[in-house]
């Protein structure tokens, strides 16, 4: 474990913040100061049953199908402002405090129709228009943005948004159509710089709800009130709080401190801030710690990866997140905060068992630091689920061996999700069995056959526990083959429909 020393500042030093008690918000351009409704209250039924904006549509409530998609002006992304499309049945109102948000009421202008109104007319890609609201605000972000130069990326866009009529073919059409085109007024305001805003403290029917502004603020709040349940990108305590009615007193969101949100490159790795966007996360590591870019194709929907972050997805723990398995094959270390100073844990020291980890009541993640991969390094992730799109998987895998000029194994982690209760479980055995041999096929499927000692997983709705033992075998063997020419491939990529549209 390493000690790291707190750079805190003293109150005196940091001068006086201001703090709200009021949600400032816009909607549609409309400024909103947002009071006596509860903090748990998601965005999606404040826009439906306060402001009776009742084109964002509520669908399966947990972020799933994309009907209450919205869109958030994001004035601070990196390296330009840009529009989030986002599932307003996740976000927590307190979350949109000191933001802008557009709904399907906000598109037309003057009686004029947006162009993404038009391009859905023109390619008849409406059908019973239950979905559209949300398809149409997912096409307006493609509109504004100009980094849509791969196949996947057009695909990926529309991920989160489920057609009923299965109207694909003519939304396709118009992803193509738009993605890029915006030169207008939503142009223009985008690249208005960012508004200050104050931390919030909001209480509402004995429930607090604290957004603090700089990291000191957070970790004063965590110390004094250690029971707080800390917010992320809120994609599961909102699924939590939706569907099984779990909250509790006190919740934190660190979801507007900047010091936590960056992911950032240099000679000793890759350095990810625990409130980085998986989003952000997905577009800096395509070339680079492929790994990444690679299993964060098929995390989620479109809109979950622009507000779910890194921290988030591994605070849980869960044995069947994808994440952790391709952070402890990278020897990453995790780093956690509190009022008394910093550490860093590595993976292994990090996860403790079933949704347990080494995080104190006071401490939150503050960040990963992942070494760089050597030249001698094979490493890939993969998730296998039952469908491409959107899905929680059966067994996730990533695979890392170094090799040396005589071909042996000098270091092998193999580790996988939804095999053990641990999230990002070793193949101990299977490890051995490489580390020392050469890397050949015989002693790959000697390794493998290992694996199945490894782990002995369950059964479930998902997966046999036979199914997800023989994947976690194949996923080794796959490894193998895929990186006998390329030592750290980029995920192929595989269409979705067997006709595919021309661009």
């Known amino acids: ?32 100061e947002i009071e006596g409704v509860p903090p748990t209250m998601s965005l999606l039924h404040y826009l439906r049953d306060v ?8 669908g399966c409530n947990e972020g799933d199908c994309g009907a209450c998609t919205v869109v958030l002006r994001d004035a601070s992304a990196k390296p330009e402002p840009r529009y989030r499309a986002i599932n307003a049945c996740l976000m927590l109102l307190p979350m949109i405090h000191g933001q802008e948000i ?24 409406s059908q019973c228009g239950y979905c559209t609201p949300g398809v149409a605000m997912s096409l307006f972000e493609a509109t504004y943005r100009h980094d849509m130069t791969q ?16 109207g694909y073919r003519p939304i396709m059409a118009c992803v193509h159509e738009l993605a890029g085109t915006g030169d207008d007024d939503f142009a223009v305001k985008l690249r208005e710089p960012a508004h200050p805003v104050e931390t919030l403290d909001y209480t509402y029917d004995g ?6 502004m700089t990291l000191d603020e957070a970790t004063d709040f965590k110390s004094s009130h250690p029971d707080a349940v800390v917010v992320s990108g809120s994609s599961d305590v909102s699924v939590l709080i939706n569907k099984h009615a779990r909250k509790t007193d006190t919740y934190m969101c660190l979801s507007h401190i900047a010091e936590l949100s960056g992911v950032t490159k240099d000679a000793d790795g890759l350095h990810i801030g625990s409130m980085c966007r998986l989003a952000n996360l997905e577009a800096a590591c395509q070339e680079e710690y492929v790994p990444f870019g690679r299993i964060l194709r098929f995390f989620a929907s479109h809109q979950i990866k622009q507000v779910a972050t890194v921290g988030g997805s591994v605070g849980g723990a869960s044995p069947v997140g994808d994440f952790a398995p391709v952070l402890t094959a990278l020897n990453a270390r995790v780093r956690l905060i509190s009022s008394r100073g910093e550490r860093s844990l590595s993976m292994g020291e990090f996860i403790l068992g079933y949704r347990k980890t ?30 491409l799109e959107l899905d929680i998987s059966s067994v996730s895998g990533t695979c890392y061996v170094e090799t040396d000029d005589n071909n042996i194994v000098t270091v092998a982690r193999l580790s996988f999700g939804g095999v053990a209760a641990v999230a990002g479980a070793r193949a101990k055995l299977a490890e051995s069995a490489l580390i020392g041999k050469a890397w050949t096929e015989e002693n790959v499927e000697i390794a493998a056959q ?54």
């Open 51 to 58: 402001l009776h904006l009742t084109g964002t549509k509520e």
């Open 207 to 212: 429930i607090r709800f604290y957004v603090p």
């Open 358 to 387: 080494a995080l104190e009541k006071d401490e939150f993640i503050s960040g990963f630091d992942v070494p760089p991969i050597p030249s001698n390094a094979r490493c890939a992730s993969y998730k296998v689920s039952k469908r």
């Open 450 to 503: 290992k694996i199945a000692e490894d782990f002995t997983p369950i059964s479930d709705f998902r997966a046999s526990a036979w199914y997800r033992q023989t994947v976690a075998c194949n996923i080794l063997r796959g490894f193998y083959q895929e990186t006998l020419t390329d030592h750290v491939p980029a995920r192929m990529y595989r269409p979705t429909a067997t006709i595919q549209l021309e661009q």
């Open 1 to 32: 474990m390493l000690l790291i020393q707190s750079s805190k500042q003293s109150a005196k030093e940091r001068g006086n913040r201001g703090t709200m008690n009021k949600i400032l918000c816009t909607i549609n351009d409309k400024p909103y």
């Open 102 to 125: 557009y709904t399907i009421e906000g598109l037309a202008k003057d009686e004029k129709r947006h162009a993404v109104q038009e391009s859905i007319m023109t390619h008849y890609a």
């Open 151 to 166: 196949p996947w990326q057009f695909t990926e866009q529309m991920a989160g948004n489920l057609c009923r009529c299965t």
